[in-house]
Every structure is written in structure tokens, then in C-alpha cells.
């Protein structure tokens, strides 16, 4: 007797075959909200105005030195805060509360008065208060990798694993974390 494993029907040659859209994460990041793109890991760098542009109403001396240079070069490296610089800077003038924060070679994780960051390797997305439905966290029985899970309302989770040097880091990162949660999540 013989044995056929797999579908018995063979389609119809008058039936061509319809290709349907693939959607989701694994073809588009955008898919999953939170998920922001890889941070530029170059410095930021301010491009000249170009000569042709209208001119300024106010003329400048050509021979104004090197001061005058060494003045322009300063403002311009002071103007070339990033946004992470300055959310730090506001957030010090704020008095910030509780901050947590863990990481391993490849994994983070930063809870604070903005939300809660995940990076993994290049990868990051970043949860306000508001997009936060749930903070799970779970220790192993053994090993060392702790997990953190962010639920949110629309019943998506996004887990991170990070590696502890030593299992006594998992009681102090629960009270940490439980801290901020405390302080920001119940605002929310």
C-alpha cells in the first residue's frame, strides 16, 4: 500500500497562484510602536549657511582676528547639545526622583520620570507612563539572567534579559525598579 504524506490536492493549472501583501515586524520595525531607529553614533555637526543665501542685515569687519574666530567656534559647540544632553540637563533642574537602570553587555534597560528605555544590541524603543499597562519582572531559580517585561493596553509585551554578575543583584534591582514604579506609574 502506498502513502502519500501532505495534501492529497494539486492546485488547478486554470488558478494561478495570488501573492498577498506580507506585513508585520519582521518586514517593517515600524510595525511595532515604541520602536525608534538606531541613534547616530557620529557628533553632531552644524552645517554652514551657504554664501548665495540673502544677506545679513548686519555687516561684519573683515579683519576681526583670530578672536573673533575663536569666539564663533565656541558658540558653535555649545550649540550642538543633542536632545539626550539637554533632557539630562532638564531633568537635573526638575529634581528628578528615582532612576533605574540595568545593563549587561548587550542588553539595557532605564526606568525613570520620562518612561521606561529598552536597548538591545542597536536596537531600542522607549514606553512613556501613559503607553504602560504592566511592569512584570521574573528571576530564575537559577542562573543569572533577569527578566523585565513591558506590557502595554493593546496586550503586546516586550521582555528583556539581562545578565547579573552575581544572583544578590536581583533583590536590590526589584527594590530599585519598585521605586520608581511607585513614584511614576501610579501618576500615570
Known sequence: M???????????????LKAEPVTGAGFDPA????????????PVTKEPAPEDAAPSSSPEPEDAGPAAAAETDESDVTDEKTDHEADEEA???AGDGPVFEASDRRARIVADRKGVRLSLDEEACEFRWEEIAAVETESPRFGKRYTITVHTPDRRWYPIEIEAAARARFQEWDEQLDAVLDAYFEEA
Not at 504524506?5 to 494561478?16: R, Y
Not at 510595525?31 to 557620529?42: K, N, Y
Open 2 to 16: 502506498e502513502q502519500r504524506i501532505g495534501s492529497s490536492s494539486q492546485p488547478s493549472k486554470a488558478e494561478p
Open 31 to 42: 510595525f511595532i510602536p515604541g520602536i525608534t531607529g538606531p541613534a547616530p553614533t557620529g
Open 91 to 93: 531633568g537635573e533642574e
